[in-house]
């Protein structure tokens, strides 16, 4: 019987969800779908000095946006939890406890400034102070000194932690299912503290004891955890446990110039947002919703930062991604995010949305302009500006004109016709217009008007769309003066008239 997947994402509540953290779920969920597993959501919050307190929503919150959902987790059910780390303390006290018996594990009771002294006086030799198997004995700990000294300084409270005991010159041969098998001295690992003097396991203790308790059975994450698996690899060892999960460390999502980790400050560089969804701190940091990304092209675009499905095929949905993930599309090597290629997504994807989404969009943005539209005008308006948007904010610009005379016009092709005959132009078209039965076929009757006048086409044009949009981009003019009415038009056309003019 093949076992049964069940993954986990491991966040620490530190902060924001950023889109690194976001990528690791997303591969984590795809997986456990694909192969009919569970995914299960665990808070490591352990570490007292870190904890934010708006973290976990901001988390959830964010999977939630994108669409992943959470079998087991601090707020789902599920047979193996608590799946918040402070609510598992009894859990660990024991574990360290077994580990401490079976000598794998040692009480440490150094103080800092004496650590400090060792660090230091190591630099200045030009060498880095390791506390392992080469120095143990002659620093303060259980292995050092005697039962009962050690005993009565435990009895006393005295300030303490509990580290493990790395083998001594071994070579710990540890496997990534990308990378194969890596190999490592223990000469190199120091002895780790797994767990701290505020009575709080470390990370590395409370995410293999977890892991191991929760059954899970492939271990995805950053490949800044990549160093920590010799350490994990040998825990499990010292506890005597034969069944490990599968470990696969992801590559590293890279700047936009492809060198280096993507940090936040490279989102604030390149006007790009690191997060799913809006953090609140001191300040209000927009995300991916904020700035009008559809969740669906952020899943998206986030699958192919590392992964590729062997194919041509970029546009997926999360079902399709689904189908499609597999561990053997994962790379090795890092990924560059591409803000442009970013963009490129969420245009695609709005193409593919409902135009009840855009008209939803556009009914909220305009709503004291909306009395003279009704909804199936809405709807081809929806359908008009749909090309030109890269993010859904854009609506507020692509749709404006439809609804709001324009305050401006642009300046150099303003300019530029000024000097034509925009007066004879102008006042030929407002008649035009003023007479048509139907806005969205004039142009025979435009071609006609032209000629004869001996106008240039190009003007015409020109001054007709600056007049209605401001400027000369937008879709098909034609239906635009359909869509606002011969009233509004020919109104336009006498404001622009008087522009021109003064
Ligand atoms: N809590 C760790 C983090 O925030 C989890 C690492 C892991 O998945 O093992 O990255």
């Known amino acids: ?236 060892d010292a506890f005597g446990w034969e069944v490990r999960p599968k470990f696969v460390h992801l590559p590293l999502i890279l700047k936009p110039e492809g060198k280096g980790k993507l940090s936040k400050r490279d989102g604030d560089r390149f006007g790009f947002p690191v997060f799913a969804i809006q953090w609140k701190d001191e300040e209000i940091i927009k995300g991916y919703k904020e700035h009008g990304f559809l969740p669906e092209s952020v899943v998206n675009f986030l699958s192919l930062l590392g992964w590729n499905p062997g194919n041509e095929k970029e546009l997926f949905n999360i079902q399709e991604l689904i189908e499609s993930f597999s561990l053997e599309g994962l790379n090795k090597s890092g990924a560059r995010f591409d803000p442009e290629k970013n963009k490129w997504f969420n245009h695609a994807h709005i193409q593919k949305t409902k135009n009840s989404l855009l008209v939803e969009k556009i009914e909220n943005e305009f709503s004291e302009h909306l009395t003279l539209f009704d909804k199936e005008k809405l709807n081809t308006i929806a359908e008009l500006i749909k090309p030109r948007l890269n993010t859904l904010n854009e609506i507020n610009v692509c749709a404006s004109f439809f609804f709001k005379t324009p305050d401006s016009y642009n300046e150099k092709h303003f300019n530029k016709l000024k000097k034509a005959n925009f007066k004879e132009i102008l006042s030929g078209l407002i008649e035009l217009v003023g007479s048509a039965e139907n806005l969205a076929e004039i142009k025979p009757a435009l071609e006609v008007l032209v000629q004869k006048n001996e106008w240039s086409f190009g003007k015409v044009m020109g001054l007709f769309r600056l007049s209605l949009v401001g400027d000369l981009s937008g879709p098909d003019l034609f239906q635009i003066a359909s869509l606002i009415g011969k009233d509004t038009c020919v109104l336009r056309m006498t404001l622009l008239s008087k522009a021109l003019e003064s």
């Open 1 to 236: 019987m093949t076992k049964k997947i069940r993954v986990r994402f491991a966040p620490s509540p530190t902060g924001p969800l950023h889109i690194g953290g976001l990528r690791t779920a997303l591969f984590n969920y795809l997986f456990a779908k694909k192969h009919g597993g569970k995914f299960i959501v665990r808070v490591e919050d352990t570490d007292q000095n870190r904890y934010v307190g708006s973290s976990e929503k901001h988390i959830m919150d964010s999977l939630k946006w994108c669409g992943i959902e959470i079998d087991e987790g601090p707020r789902n059910k599920g047979s193996f939890g608590p799946y918040r780390q402070s609510e598992r303390k009894d859990f660990y006290n024991l574990k360290i406890q077994e580990l401490l018996k079976k000598g794998h594990a040692y009480y440490a009771f150094d103080k800092k400034e004496e650590l400090d002294f060792h660090r230091k006086d190591h630099e200045k030799k030009g060498r880095t102070f390791m506390y392992n198997a080469h120095n143990r004995l002659k620093l303060s700990n259980s292995l050092s000194l005697s039962i009962e000294d050690t005993n009565k300084l435990l009895d006393s409270g005295a300030e303490h932690v509990v580290r493990f005991k790395t083998p001594v010159e071994k070579e710990v041969v540890c496997r990534d299912e990308l990378r194969g098998v890596v190999r490592v001295s223990t000469k190199t690992i120091d002895d780790k503290i797994l767990f701290k003097s505020d009575g709080m396991p470390t990370y590395h203790f409370a995410n293999v004891v977890d892991d191991y308790e929760m059954k899970i059975s492939h271990v995805i994450r950053g490949e800044e955890w990549l160093p920590s698996l010799p350490l994990h690899w040998l825990l499990y």
